[in-house]
């Protein structure tokens, strides 16, 4: 790998991205339980914006992964 403290980064925000998301799966039910209209609605946000960026990342890692393997 031509790029390795790059890509040790990268993975380390690959694993980051994934505990962020295995923590939303813990809080989150438990804000909902007592929570209006308005902070459910900016849950869901928060939800779907931690989401697409944990994905982003956790797939720009296993894609770099994947072509260090081809190489």
Do not use: E, Q, W
């Not at 694993?15 to 308005?38: E, K, Q, R, S």
């Not at 797939?59 to 770099?64: I, P, S």
């Amino acid at each position: 790998m031509p790029n390795s403290k790059s890509s040790g980064s990268l993975f380390l925000a690959c694993i980051l991205a994934a505990y962020a998301v295995l923590g939303l799966l813990v809080f989150v039910p438990d804000l909902m339980a007592g929570a209006t209209t308005l902070v459910l609605v900016v849950l869901v946000i928060v939800v779907i914006v931690v989401v697409l960026f944990a994905a982003a990342i956790i797939l720009k890692g296993l894609a770099r992964l994947l072509v260090s393997f081809r190489h």
